[in-house]
């Protein structure tokens, strides 16, 4: 089946199987193309961009993703999770003379949020969407990370900058996709490797300058075998004229066949830097993954679609952020065995919960009010299909 996107007007396609899943957790066929969608589930995730902010609850100053021009509320990291305020306190009845969307905009303005999306980090205050790290700064989207500045996607690294997905690395510079690296500058797509300079697609190598797509190479300057003495006498005179490496390099590139995409140990996989997987369609930085389609940063997920940036996830469509979590439909920065939620925001270790915000072990609730399982399970299908009929004159509503 072929649709046009209602936003930019791109003809895309709806297959059998993706009819199938949008029936098995039950949602409608989207009337927008894959980049639409996109573009509109990342609008929920502000990984970079900090803003100086107020703790609405201390009144300290606070770094937060929230710019202060907005009207949502800021709790601190510490106040946040503290369990002595009440998040059911703006809770409200579901109005079904109003549209869905707009009472759920005025719930997410007097619900406190989080200032930054960090947790068990040590001096790593300009950081977001990051765990466990340690002196770090201005790095997003980084894990077990200790005196790390200016990177995203960063995993396990130290003394490491201006770095993008990198892993397991140390005294890495202005690396791309590498792993496993070792006093390295300027690669791309190389592990196992140490003392590299401007390098890609080496594998297992050491002192190498300007080299691609070699393997267990050593004393290398542009693909050429070099003794270690002439190796060294030409490092420290090269490494002073970076222009003159790239331009060389590149004229190497031009000569060397380059693999179409970075898919490895996969199956029936399309898209980049894939590894592990099997059934991925169109999905990016995927690992481990199974089933899945139109994704990035899928790892270790199944029977996901729609989704940005999930871990340990399954069922999962139209996400922005939901590690450790089953059944969630439209929802952002929500994790920790979280079940069966529908338009939620920053919720945790929750489970069926409709259009709800910062709430942390609860069920049954509806725009941040409680209910009872059968009174949830009696309400929420009636407020689907007002959202299907909302707003007026519709042919497809908010649902």
């Excluded at 995409?261 to 990016?284: H, L, P, R």
């Excluded at 999962?316 to 925001?345: M, Q």
Aim: glycine share 4%; with cysteine; hydrophobic share 25%.
């Amino acid at each position: 089946m072929n649709k046009s996107c209602k936003n930019c007007g791109q003809k895309f396609e709806i297959t059998d199987k993706d009819l199938k899943f949008y029936e098995q957790i039950d949602v409608p066929e989207p009337t927008c193309c894959p980049d639409c969608r996109q573009v509109r589930r990342l609008v929920w995730r502000n990984e970079r961009s900090l803003y100086n902010h107020k703790c609405a609850r201390t009144g300290k100053n606070v770094i937060s993703y929230i710019s202060p021009d907005k009207k949502q509320v800021v709790y601190s990291l510490d106040e946040w999770y503290k369990d002595d305020w009440d998040r059911l306190a703006t809770g409200r009845d579901f109005d079904f003379n109003r549209p869905f969307f707009e009472q759920f905009r005025e719930l997410m303005q007097e619900t406190p949020h989080i200032a930054l999306l960090i947790g068990d980090c040590e001096n790593c205050q300009y950081t977001n969407f990051s765990w466990k790290n340690k002196n770090c700064y201005l790095i997003s989207a980084s894990d077990f990370n200790e005196d790390c500045m200016y990177s995203s996607y960063l995993f396990s690294s130290r003394d490491s900058v201006d770095n993008l997905f990198v892993n397991k690395s140390e005294l890495a510079y202005e690396c791309v996709d590498c792993e496993r690296l070792y006093d390295s500058d300027h690669c791309k797509q190389c592990k196992d490797s140490r003392n590299m300079y401007y390098c890609e697609e080496c594998v297992g190598c050491s002192n190498c300058i300007g080299c691609i797509n070699l393997k267990k190479a050593e004393h290398q300057i542009f693909n050429e075998q070099l003794s270690k003495e002439e190796y060294e006498a030409q490092k420290e005179h090269l490494l002073k004229k970076p222009e003159k490496i790239r331009e060389r390099f590149n004229e190497l590139r031009l000569k060397e066949p380059i693999r179409y995409a970075s898919i490895s140990k996969s199956e029936n996989c399309t898209g980049d830097y894939i590894v592990n997987c099997k059934n991925c369609d169109s999905c990016f930085d995927a690992i481990e993954s199974e089933d899945c389609k139109y994704g990035s940063y899928v790892w270790h997920s199944k029977d996901c679609m729609d989704v940005n940036g999930v871990n340990l996830a399954e069922l999962n469509y139209e996400i922005a952020g939901a590690p450790d979590t089953y059944n969630l439909r439209f929802c952002g920065s929500c994790w920790v065995k979280s079940n069966f939620l529908t338009y939620c925001y920053l919720c945790r270790a929750c489970q069926n919960c409709f259009g709800c915000v910062s709430l942390h072990r609860n069920k049954y609730c509806i725009l941040n009010k409680q209910y009872t399982k059968e009174e949830y399970e009696e309400i929420v299908p009636r407020i689907i299909e007002h959202m299907k009929k909302t707003p007026a004159g519709s042919s497809t509503g908010e649902w």
